[in-house]
C-alpha cells in the first residue's frame, strides 16, 4: 500500500524537485521514505478499523490521487487557490479539465484503489494490532516532532498540504481593518502610480547601491532613479512584512486597526489594482482585496513550484490597466529573488556563472548561490526598467516605488534564504523613480526624498510616502 501511495500521491511532491549528482538524490529520497513513514503511522492506524477505512480511505485516496495528477503533469501547487478552484468552479468548465491522461491516471487509481481494498479485507486486524500499534503511532508522533524541529518538513508536500491549503482557505484573517477612515483628501486628479510589491531583494546586492557587479545594467544608466541603500525593516517573513508595508502599521504596532493604503486611496478617488504572481496569504489578502480589482496571474502555482511564470506576465494586464485612467494606483505583487532562483529569470539573465543546479542547498557552493541570485536581480533591472518605459510614455503625472519585503541570507553564519533572525535580511531594496512631469508638478515632493537616499531609513516611511506622492492628506480628527 506504501508503494501504491509513493506512486500516486506522495511522489508528485518530488517529482519536479531539481537534483545534481547522486548524493543529492539519496537525500531527498531518504526524505520522501521519512516522509511516507509518517503517511504509513496514520494510514495503519486507521486500517485497524473495518469499515472507517473502507469509508475514509477510498476518499482522500482518489481525492488526494486527483491532486497529484495536476503536482506531477503541470508541477501545480496545493493552494489555498487552489482549494478555492476546486470548490468554487462551475461544472461545465471542469469538466474541460477531464482530458484522456487524467482519465486513464485515474482509472489506475481506481485499480490500485480496489486491489488495496480486497487485499484489506483479508487482513488479520487483531494480530496487525498487538505487533504494529506501538510502530505505527510512534510513526504519527514522528510528524509532529519532525515539524516542531523544522517547520514545512513534511506538511508542505502531498498528502499533508492539502490539508493545510484546506484548512488556510477556510481561515478567518486576524487582521483588522479600518473600513471608513475620515479627513482624506485628495488634491490631483491625474496621477498615475505603480506600486511595485518585491521579495527577498537585499539593498546591497544592487549595482545601483554600490555593489561591485552590475545587477542593474538598464537602471544603472539613468539618473532619475532613485535607491536606498539604508532602509531598515524588522519583519523577516512576507505574512509579517507585507501588512505592515501596506497600512498605516508601524513596525512596533500589533494591536489596534489599521488602515489600508488602498482604502484611502479608493476614497481619494483613485483606480486601485492588484496584479500578483504570488499566491495570496491570508495574513495580506484582506488588504489586498480593498482594491478595486485582484488579478492574480498563475495563481495555481507557488514558490514550491519549480515550473513558475515570470513576474514579465504582470506586464501585459499592467498595459490594459494604464489606458483606463488617468487617477489610478497599480500594485505589481512578484515572486522576485524567492527560491528557487534558477526559476525566476530567462536563460538572456544569466550573467553570473555558475549557478545552482539542485535544489540540495548543502551539496551546493557559495558561488554557486550568490551566482544564481545574483542573475535575478538582472532579471528584476528589466522588469522595473519596463516599467519605467511605460509609464514615461503617460502624458499624466507618473512615479514608481519598488519596495521588497525584506531580504535573503546568502551564507552569512551558514544560513541561507529568510524567516530568520540577521540583520542581511533587515536591509530590503527600496527604488522610486518620477517621471518628467511629476518632477515639474511636484518638485517639493521629489526632493525631499532625494535628500535621504543615503540616510538610514525605516520601513515605516513606506505608507506615509505614497500617500504624499498620490497627493493625499489624511486629516485626523481631533
Not at 485582484?294 to 514558490?303: A, E, F, G, H, T
Amino acid at each position: 500500500m506504501n508503494i501504491i501511495i509513493v506512486l500516486f500521491i506522495t511522489g508528485a511532491s518530488y517529482y519536479h524537485v531539481p537534483l545534481e549528482g547522486f548524493k543529492d538524490r539519496i537525500i531527498y529520497f531518504l526524505h520522501l521514505c521519512a516522509l511516507q513513514a509518517t503517511v504509513a503511522g496514520f494510514l495503519y492506524v486507521l486500517s485497524l478499523f473495518k469499515w472507517p477505512f473502507r469509508i475514509i480511505f477510498p476518499i482522500l485516496f482518489l481525492a488526494y490521487s486527483g491532486f497529484s495528477f495536476w503536482a506531477y503533469s503541470q508541477d501545480i501547487s496545493i493552494t489555498p487557490s487552489l482549494i478555492q478552484g476546486v470548490l468554487e468552479t462551475k461544472p461545465d468548465i471542469a469538466i474541460d479539465l477531464i482530458t484522456v491522461p487524467y482519465f486513464v491516471f485515474y482509472v489506475m487509481a481506481v485499480a490500485a484503489l480496489i486491489f488495496i481494498l480486497k487485499w484489506h479485507s483479508n487482513l488479520d486486524r487483531q494480530r496487525g494490532l498487538k505487533i504494529m500499534i506501538v510502530p505505527a503511532l510512534a510513526l504519527m508522533v514522528m510528524f509532529y516532532l519532525m515539524e516542531r524541529r523544522q517547520y514545512g518538513i513534511f506538511k508542505f508536500r502531498l498528502p499533508y498540504n492539502v490539508a493545510v491549503a484546506v484548512e488556510e482557505y477556510f481561515e478567518k484573517p486576524n487582521l483588522e481593518l479600518n473600513m471608513n477612515p475620515k479627513g482624506i483628501v485628495s488634491s490631483s486628479d491625474s496621477i498615475k502610480a505603480v506600486f511595485v510589491l518585491g521579495e527577498t531583494l537585499r539593498a546591497d546586492h544592487l549595482h545601483l547601491n554600490g555593489y561591485f557587479r552590475n545587477t542593474t545594467p538598464f537602471l544603472s544608466k539613468r539618473d532619475d532613479v532613485i535607491s536606498y541603500p539604508d532602509l531598515f525593516t524588522s519583519k523577516t517573513i512576507t505574512a509579517t512584512s507585507v501588512p505592515q508595508m501596506l497600512t498605516d502599521q508601524n513596525l512596533e504596532d500589533t494591536i489596534r486597526p489599521f488602515t489600508s493604503l488602498y482604502t484611502v486611496a479608493n476614497i481619494g478617488g483613485f483606480k486601485t489594482t492588484w496584479i500578483g504572481n504570488q499566491t495570496m496569504e491570508t495574513s495580506y489578502l484582506p488588504i489586498a482585496e480593498t482594491n478595486d480589482d485582484l488579478i492574480l496571474v498563475d495563481k495555481y502555482r507557488s514558490v514550491f513550484s519549480f515550473d513558475k511564470e515570470l513576474d514579465g506576465v504582470m506586464l501585459k494586464p499592467m498595459d490594459s490597466l494604464l489606458k483606463l485612467s488617468n487617477k489610478q494606483l497599480i500594485t505589481l505583487h512578484m515572486i522576485g529573488s524567492h527560491w528557487w532562483y534558477e526559476n525566476r529569470y530567462e536563460d538572456k539573465h544569466r550573467f553570473f556563472k555558475p549557478v545552482i543546479d539542485s535544489k540540495y542547498i548543502p551539496s551546493l557552493s557559495e558561488e554557486q548561490i550568490i551566482n544564481s541570485y545574483d542573475n535575478t536581480i538582472v532579471y528584476l533591472d528589466e522588469f522595473l526598467h519596463n516599467i519605467i518605459t511605460r509609464l514615461e510614455s503617460e502624458s499624466v503625472p507618473s512615479f514608481m516605488i519598488y519596495a521588497s519585503d525584506h531580504g535573503e541570507l546568502l551564507g552569512e553564519g551558514g544560513k541561507w534564504l529568510h524567516a530568520q533572525e540577521d540583520d542581511a535580511l533587515k536591509n530590503p531594496g527600496y527604488i522610486l523613480w518620477f517621471s518628467e512631469s511629476f518632477r515639474i508638478n511636484y518638485p517639493q515632493k521629489v526632493r525631499a526624498l532625494e535628500v535621504l537616499h543615503d540616510q538610514p531609513i525605516s520601513m515605516d516611511l513606506l505608507y506615509p510616502t505614497m500617500l504624499d506622492l498620490l497627493d493625499i492628506e489624511v486629516n485626523t480628527p481631533q
